[in-house]
């Protein structure tokens, strides 16, 4: 598959994203139940606003919806200060396993599951 000038640059973003949020938020992640279950709840939710608010979200790369979408959060928050622990840090873990998990293909409603990030 041909990766697109916008997959590359969302791709690189979500690295950036990734790497902000840093060892300490996945280790986390990984060791705590709760953190991941919310993880995963925020996946859902931003898979379906995505998926069902976005009009031909099943064209574009996943990748490119949401760093989009990350992109639009923290510019709306870009005041705050947020931690893995967050609303916005829980939201921004999500966007990342989300990322990783469809990268260049399409989201779509299948069932959600989502890879360990560590």
Not at 23 to 41: H, R
Not at 67 to 83: K, M
Request: glycine share 8%; proline share 3%; charged share 20%.
């Amino acid at each position: 598959m041909r990766v697109t000038w916008r997959e590359k640059n969302a791709r690189q973003w979500i690295s950036e994203l990734s790497d902000r949020i840093g060892m300490a938020g996945w280790a986390a992640l990984a060791v705590t139940p709760a953190l991941a279950a919310e993880v995963d709840q925020h996946g859902a939710a931003v898979r379906d606003i995505l998926l069902f608010g976005v009009e031909g979200a099943g064209a574009v790369g996943a990748v490119v919806l949401l760093a989009a979408y990350g992109r639009g959060l923290l510019d709306n928050a870009a005041d705050l200060e947020w931690t893995p622990a967050s609303w916005l840090g829980v939201r921004l873990m999500a966007i990342c396993q989300l990322a990783h998990a469809h990268d260049v293909k399409p989201l779509t409603d299948d069932t959600y599951a989502l890879p360990n990030v560590t």
